[in-house]
């Protein structure tokens, strides 16, 4: 599969994860922002891969793929 298929992939994942905490963020605080916070997730892990073509295995922002992402595409991309 391609880069781009991969990433296409990846979008419409967390589209359906963004509809999925939209339905419920009325009713349930936490299992929708899970559902954001895994939709934001696959964002940045589509960013990754559309970037530099590497697909990392898990999308915890808050480990090395966060890390990757705020060190390489974040700061890369502001401008001051």
Same mark, same amino acid.
């Given at each position: 599969?391609? +880069?781009?298929?991969?990433?296409? @992939?990846? !979008?419409?994942? $967390?589209?359906?994860? %963004? ?5 419920? #963020? ?8 899970? +559902?954001?916070?895994?939709?934001? @997730?696959? !964002?940045?892990? $589509?960013?990754?891969? %559309? ?5 990392? #295995? ?23």
């Amino acid at each position: 599969m391609g +880069n781009l298929e991969t990433v296409q @992939e990846y !979008l419409i994942s $967390a589209n359906e994860w %963004l509809s999925a905490a939209k339905r419920v #963020q009325d009713k349930e605080y936490n299992p929708a922002a899970f +559902n954001a916070l895994h939709a934001i @997730e696959l !964002l940045a892990k $589509a960013a990754i891969k %559309l970037k530099t073509g590497e697909t990392y #295995q898990t999308h915890r922002i808050g480990g090395a793929f966060g890390k990757y992402f705020r060190e390489n595409l974040v700061r890369n991309s502001v401008k001051s």
